[in-house]
């Protein structure tokens, strides 16, 4: 089986500009999750979406970033304008539906975003 | 609100002695806690999870974790340290679906 897949690897781009994030989450799992590390910081949660609702973005740090998962598949994540403190790591999860909300999220190896 | 505090920034041992990963959590109701590893250019990996079953929960490759709540903690450990758990661990705890991560431990094995 598949894990989470997260393209690209890494990216490298100048403050103002504009860059997408790509997560293909295990298939068939229903729930997946964004969360960033920036530097020296914890990996923090940034929004979950159930199939392609967003049930909640509490952890958006602002209106320059955008989620979508539409058809309920792979999601992206763009940062228009990109400034220098989003700089980090981008990770993605999945988890199935059912059960309790206590379910293992697989997570991806991550995007590590730099912006000069 | 719910959180983890780990108490090592980096541990250093040596091959084949005990491993001890300390994790303190806050939280209104009785938590769920998890323990990631991440290897170097890997994802997140699940070690174990405390979900109010069994306090001593058994994980992967050796490694356990004791919920013990009159001292709020949920320490990692493992008898005999191998090469390859270095790597940074992550102490978890859940908010409804979202997961609240400490700011990870760093661990050498060293030979």
């Known amino acids: 089986e598949a894990g989470v897949t997260q393209f690209p690897s890494h990216s490298v781009i100048e403050k103002g500009q504009t860059v997408t994030l790509r997560c293909d989450p295990i298939?068939?799992?229903?729930?997946l999750y964004w969360y960033r590390r920036v530097m020296g910081k914890e990996i923090k949660f940034l929004l979950h979406?159930?199939?392609?609702?967003?049930?909640?973005e509490s952890g958006m740090p602002n209106n320059r970033f955008l989620a979508e998962r539409t058809g309920g598949t792979y999601s992206t994540l763009k940062v228009q304008p990109a400034e220098l403190e989003d700089s980090g790591v981008y990770f993605c999860?999945?988890?199935?539906?059912?059960?309790?909300?206590?379910?293992?999220?697989?997570f991806g190896p991550g995007t590590r975003l730099t912006v000069l | 609100a719910q959180s983890v505090t780990q108490l090592d920034s980096h541990v250093s041992v040596s091959e084949g002695t005990p491993v001890l990963l300390r994790c303190n959590y806050s939280?209104?109701?009785?938590?769920?806690l998890f323990w990631y590893v991440q290897h170097p250019n890997k994802g997140l990996q699940l070690l174990l999870k405390?979900?109010?079953?069994?306090?001593l929960v058994k994980g992967i490759n050796g490694f356990e974790a004791e919920f013990k709540k009159s001292e709020t903690s949920f320490h990692l450990t493992k008898p005999s340290a191998h090469m390859s758990d270095a790597a940074e661990y992550f102490c978890?705890?859940?908010?409804?679906?979202?997961?609240?991560f400490g700011k990870g431990t760093s661990l050498l094995v060293t030979p």
């Open positions: 979406f159930v199939k392609e609702s967003k049930q909640d």
């Open positions: 978890v705890v859940n908010s409804g679906y979202a997961l609240n």
């Open positions: 405390y979900t109010s079953a069994a306090t």
């Open positions: 298939s068939g799992h229903d729930n």
């Open positions: 939280s209104s109701y009785s938590p769920s």
């Open positions: 999860a999945s988890s199935p539906t059912g059960g309790s909300n206590y379910n293992e999220q697989f």
